[in-house]
């Protein structure tokens, strides 16, 4: 959080969104390995995943129902391209070849610290452990002797599960369009954005993925979310380490080819 908080201006990406439009930023191997990290889901999604989404997303505030107006995303719009984020591995820099981009880590980060703890566990010698920073959980092990049950909320009914789940050491990341969000002339407005538009992703309700790497896990459920049914489904069944459950607008259920019965 102190390195990666977009509303501490003191951390690390601060001083990038700051700085790196007029020239080359030094930062630390570990921001560095995670904006790696997010590019190179950024071209395996073809865009759909984009960390510089904030260059518009940062004109939203759901607490206080404010969303930007189709001139304000005509003109922020061409800021959002992760094309445009330069990262030189040789001196450790990170640079923005557009003026008045923004990053934010928010659809990857909580995965990345998760992995980290998991980590952390494991190396003091735990050996079943669960790590849940909101909709984003690591497993290390079983649970004594069992499978961990892992309940997906349900998006529309809040104390209700809408599938439960048995996992053992492996990860798993929900994305939903009711975490944050406001509604205005029945149009709901949440904190998943499309790059291509600048408006929120209104294609399915609820993602989740499940794989090894609590990373890759969380910034695939924010992907597929953008991407929708039947994208999402096609990128998942591509890559043979992730399965996903996903929600549609109807409240089906839709599941990737490795969790078909
Ligand atoms: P998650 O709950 O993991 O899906 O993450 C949602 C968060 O990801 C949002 O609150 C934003 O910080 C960030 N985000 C929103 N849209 C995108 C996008 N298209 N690509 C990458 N990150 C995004
Ligand atoms: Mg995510």
Same mark, same amino acid.
């Given at each position: 959080?102190?390195?990666?908080?977009p509303y501490?201006?003191?951390?690390e990406l601060s001083?990038v969104n700051?700085?790196a439009?007029?020239k080359?930023?030094?930062?630390? &191997?570990e921001?560095?390995?995670? @904006?790696?990290?997010a590019q190179?889901?950024?071209?395996?999604?073809?865009?759909?995943?984009?960390?510089?989404?904030?260059s518009i997303g940062?004109?939203y505030n759901?607490?206080? %129902?404010i969303?930007p107006? =189709?001139?304000?995303i005509?003109?922020?719009?061409p800021?959002?391209?992760y094309?445009?984020?330069d990262l030189?591995k040789?001196q450790? =820099?990170v640079?923005? /070849?557009?003026?008045?981009?923004?990053?934010?880590?928010?659809?990857? &980060?909580?995965?990345?610290?998760? %992995?980290?703890c998991?980590a952390?566990?494991?190396?003091?010698?735990?050996?079943?452990a669960? !790590?849940s920073a909101?909709g984003d =959980?690591?497993? #290390?092990?079983?649970?004594?002797g069992r499978?961990?049950?892992?309940?997906?909320?349900h998006p529309?009914?809040?104390h209700?599960?809408?599938v439960?789940?048995? #996992?053992?050491?492996?990860?798993?990341?929900?994305?939903?369009?009711?975490?944050?969000?406001?509604?205005?002339?029945g149009v709901r407005?949440?904190?998943?954005?499309?790059?291509? /538009?600048?408006?929120?992703?209104?294609?399915?309700?609820s993602?989740?993925?499940?794989?090894?790497?609590?990373t890759y896990v969380?910034? @695939?459920?924010? =992907?597929?979310f !953008?991407?929708?049914?039947?994208e999402?489904?096609t990128?998942?069944?591509?890559?043979?380490?992730?399965?996903?459950?996903?929600?549609?607008?109807?409240q089906?259920?839709?599941?990737?080819q490795g969790?078909q019965p």
């Amino acid at each position: 959080d102190q390195q990666m908080s977009p509303y501490k201006t003191q951390s690390e990406l601060s001083l990038v969104n700051r700085e790196a439009a007029n020239k080359a930023v030094v930062i630390s &191997a570990e921001l560095f390995d995670l @904006l790696t990290t997010a590019q190179h889901i950024a071209k395996l999604s073809d865009g759909a995943f984009d960390i510089t989404y904030a260059s518009i997303g940062y004109q939203y505030n759901y607490r206080d %129902k404010i969303r930007p107006n =189709t001139s304000l995303i005509t003109k922020a719009l061409p800021a959002v391209d992760y094309r445009a984020i330069d990262l030189n591995k040789a001196q450790l =820099t990170v640079r923005f /070849t557009h003026q008045g981009m923004k990053i934010d880590l928010g659809g990857i &980060a909580k995965g990345y610290a998760v %992995k980290r703890c998991l980590a952390l566990l494991e190396k003091a010698g735990v050996k079943h452990a669960l !790590v849940s920073a909101g909709g984003d =959980t690591g497993l #290390l092990g079983d649970k004594h002797g069992r499978a961990w049950l892992v309940g997906i909320k349900h998006p529309r009914a809040e104390h209700k599960t809408a599938v439960h789940i048995p #996992l053992e050491n492996e990860a798993i990341s929900t994305s939903g369009d009711y975490e944050r969000y406001f509604i205005d002339d029945g149009v709901r407005y949440h904190h998943i954005i499309n790059p291509e /538009t600048g408006d929120s992703a209104r294609k399915v309700v609820s993602v989740s993925v499940i794989g090894n790497d609590p990373t890759y896990v969380d910034a @695939l459920s924010t =992907t597929v979310f !953008v991407k929708g049914l039947k994208e999402g489904l096609t990128l998942i069944n591509a890559l043979p380490e992730f399965e996903a459950i996903i929600i549609d607008n109807q409240q089906g259920l839709h599941y990737s080819q490795g969790l078909q019965p």
